[in-house]
């Protein structure tokens, strides 16, 4: 997983891919790194499916807001066209 982040993170084209870990290790130090290297959630396994799916969902529904703010922010406001 670090390996991965590591080279999606720098990508422009990958950076923005919300990343969420499920790892059977449970040390707050490993769940710190991942984090650190821009992973957006850390599941430990054993899990449930339920968790899971609300972990992605929560992801997804940030990732869509976070988006909108991005566009949002580059659109003037008085004309409507992209700053």
Do not use: C, H, W
């Not at 430990?44 to 976070?66: E, Y």
Request: aromatic share 6%.
């Amino acid at each position: 997983g670090y390996a991965a982040l590591r080279k999606l993170k720098p990508d422009e084209r990958t950076q923005p891919i919300p990343v969420i870990f499920i790892s059977a290790n449970d040390s707050l130090f490993v769940d710190a790194i991942g984090l650190d290297l821009g992973a957006m959630d850390y599941i430990t396994k054993p899990f449930g499916s339920a968790i899971v799916r609300a972990r992605d969902k929560n992801q997804l529904t940030i990732k869509q807001k976070n988006d909108l703010l991005e566009m949002m922010a580059s659109i003037d406001r008085i004309t409507d066209i992209p700053k």
